[in-house]
């Protein structure tokens, strides 16, 4: 499935951040991953309530001088990655 303009990111049913602030995990039932750098901060904007250009609005704020549309692609294929794995929902 396809990320859209009316997309709104979350974590799935049953994922949930663990570990510490330093070094934050994000947890699911078939186990754990370390999220750090840019997929840190596309995570801690899926929030159920932004939708996907929202998200990469407010990335494209955090990084100035980066392509907007970069950041569009790259975010799309990462959170449609994690939608494979059953991580996020949108």
Do not use: N
Request: with cysteine.
């Amino acid at each position: 499935m396809a990320i859209d303009q009316t997309s709104k990111p979350a974590l799935a049913v049953g994922c949930r951040w663990g570990g510490s602030q330093e070094d934050p995990m994000l947890l699911f039932p078939e186990g754990a991953m370390k999220v750090q750098g840019t997929g840190l901060a596309i995570l801690e904007l899926c929030d159920g309530q932004r939708t996907f250009p929202e998200i990469v609005e407010e990335l494209h704020r955090r990084y100035l001088g980066s392509d907007e549309q970069r950041i569009r692609e790259d975010a799309a294929k990462f959170l449609e990655q994690l939608h494979e794995k059953r991580i996020v929902d949108f």
